[in-house]
């Protein structure tokens, strides 16, 4: 019996001394990383008192913290920064769906701010913003220097008041000026019509009320055209939306996916990533799917046209997204502000991260500009058939039930080409759509 109390005791004592022997070096980093940080706080703790004691001006001790908080989280990345109790109650507004503004989602690039996207039907539309301007001023003060926050800020202003941004554009060759009414800014974050055969979906943005307004809106759309049978498929529509609420972005890829990983996020422990799935059902009931991006889609945007993409659920086109792949956590803070820190990056379900390289369309289709009328006039005088020929035949095999038909598609394809000189990359998708309808259920199969 004391053997083994002996032998007990000499193995606990040489597990020490092999715990001391190994920690020994990691707690004494740990030791000198600590005094580190306390001598840094320390010498923040000196520079606060020296600019409260001999700064030129009175300084507001409150703002002067709060400068240094965001200070340090706008130093990770451009999403990463402080939420001031007025800026976290603007923000959980802006979530519900709606706000006061100009209708425009902000980064920043360089110190300056760039838009990501006008939001639709609001006054940055109306004045011609787009997606990739770069805003270096507003009313004439420039907004180099600022934080986001407090660029944003200086566009806030009372409902119908006019603020002038200065505007710098890829292809201008000089910073212009645009006037715009500032206005409460009241989100439809999905808007359903029917083009032909296609249900088109305008997803604009990804907020509580997204998924509720996207399946509401299809059966709408799906019931005035008769059903699905009466429809060649459906056309989402995310050009221009900056993003959102990330489990919106996971409940309307589920709408479409009856199985399988949606989106993952992984964050700097193992421990910290989550992983979405899809549940059975599909909104569209099996019908085809376009899904139309640009540069101004970002975030939630990325998550569904990537999930929808690797899938083989829907076909993506339109130009190369924003590039957003970072998932921010708003952590609320004392005093009723908040923290919005970066805390994972999500990657689509082959395991890509679209981080500064946004998701690759499947057929790229630009948007071409106007054309001037004077070609349109041109090009439509050369036209002529056989039936606008002085003394030609006229057509009398066809019944009158024959002729209203091609009538009605004339109309149609008339329709289309309309579509076309105001929505090139939406007519494409209607065709895409028309197209895949017509090979029947074989081209529709998924893997």
Sequence with gaps: MKKTIIAAVSGAAIGLLATTQIAGPVLAQ????????????DLFGDIFERIRANYVEEVDDKELIEAAINGMLTSLDPHSSYLSPDAAQRMRVSTSGEFGGLGIEVTQEEGWVKVVSPMDGTPAEAAGIQAGDFITAVDGESVLGLTLDE??????????????????????????DVSIIRDTIKLTAVRGRTEGNAVVMRITTFNEQTFPNLREGMQEQVAEAGGFENIDGIVLDLRNNPGGLLNQAVYVSDAFLDAGEIVSTRGREAA????????????????????????GSASASEIVAGALQD???????????????????????????????????????????????????DIIVEQPLPRADEDEEAEEGTLR????????????????????????????????????????????????????????PTALARE
């Design 151 to 176: 660029a944003v800020r200086m566009m806030r202003g009372p409902v119908g008041a006019e603020i002038i941004v200065t505007i710098v554009r890829e292809g201008e060759v000089e910073p212009f």
């Design 385 to 440: 058939s056989e039936a606008g020929l002085r003394g030609s035949l006229e057509n009398d095999s066809l019944s009158e039930d024959e002729i209203r038909q091609i009538e009605e598609d004339r109309a149609r394809a008339e329709s289309a080409a309309a579509l076309r000189e105001d929505d090139y990359q939406l007519a494409y998708a209607i065709d895409i759509l028309k197209g895949l309808n017509a090979l029947g």
């Design 272 to 295: 910290d990533g989550d992983r979405f799935n899809a549940t059975p059902g599909d909104l569209a009931e099996g019908k085809p799917i376009v899904v139309l991006i640009n540069g």
């Design 311 to 361: 899938h083989r659920r829907a076909i993506v086109i339109g130009t190369n997204s924003f590039g957003k792949g970072s998932v921010q956590t708003v952590v609320p803070l004392s005093q009723d502000g908040a923290m919005r820190l970066t805390t994972a990056r999500y990657y689509t379900p082959s395991g890509r991260s679209i981080q500064s390289l946004g998701i690759s369309p």
């Design 30 to 41: 740990d030791a000198e990383a600590d005094t580190n940080v306390y001598e840094q706080l």
